[in-house]
T-cell receptor
């Protein structure tokens, strides 16, 4: 159980286009999902917190108009990279939080989406 | 801005030996810590966690030690196997349920035969 999927697993696009990445919790409902970005040989950097039914909370330095997040249901959050540029090329990873209990609060991670902007 | 590529610290161990991966965390208020394993091109995989009211927790072949005095976390892997080769990240959380995680810089574990 507790499987998170991402689609697509990789995408190549031209500079200036927009790309949508989906994050789904397959067998549980997730009120909260997180979006991370990871550059080569670096750690995961949190971009934003996605809450079902409300606006996402963005980390400092992350442009909310460039990285649009929509958490329309308890099993789906989407990240849209608008007007993508080569510097947006990265590995984007989502996670979904299982449980509302103080003890159980694991984040289950998706497999990641490799974005390459030409 | 342009990001500077970093070289992950690398730990090389022989198959069968024990591995110890260290992590310094940043926030003394953190109440929950997790170790993740990440293989190339994949998302992080949960290994083991520990709450701040504990100083040791054991799993299958893995042990996590927490030293809150010096804000240090370690992951011990017993009888390291080739399949353990990956990048290992520690993560800390403060703020309770569904709070965000802050990841450490990571360590690459290379298991030699």
């Amino acid at each position: 159980g507790a499987v998170v999927s991402q689609h697509p697993s990789w995408v190549i696009c031209k500079s200036g286009t927009s790309v949508k990445i989906e994050c789904r919790s397959l067998d549980f409902q997730a009120t909260t999902m997180f979006w991370y970005r990871q550059f080569p040989k670096q750690s995961l950097m949190l971009m934003a917190t996605s809450n079902e039914g409300s606006k996402a909370t963005y980390e400092q330095g992350v442009e909310k108009d460039k990285f649009l997040i929509n958490h329309a249901s308890l099993t789906l959050s989407t990240l849209t990279v608008t007007s993508a540029h080569p510097e947006d090329s990265s590995f984007y990873i989502c996670s979904a939080v299982l449980g509302q209990d103080e003890i159980i609060n694991e984040q289950f991670f998706g497999p990641g989406t490799r974005l390459t902007v030409l | 801005g342009e990001s500077v590529g970093l070289h992950l610290p690398t730990l090389s161990v022989q198959e069968g030996d024990n591995s110890i991966i260290n992590c310094a965390y940043s926030n003394s208020a953190s109440d929950y810590f997790i170790w993740y394993k990440q293989e190339s091109g994949k998302g992080p995989q949960f290994i083991i966690d520990i709450r701040s009211n504990m100083d040791k927790r054991q799993g299958q072949r893995v042990t996590v030690l927490l030293n809150k005095t010096v804000k240090h976390l370690s992951l011990q892997i017993a009888a390291t196997q080739p399949g353990d080769s990956a990048v290992y990240f520690c993560a800390e959380r403060w703020g309770g349920t569904a709070s965000k995680l802050t990841f450490g810089t990571g360590t690459r574990l290379q298991v030699t035969l």
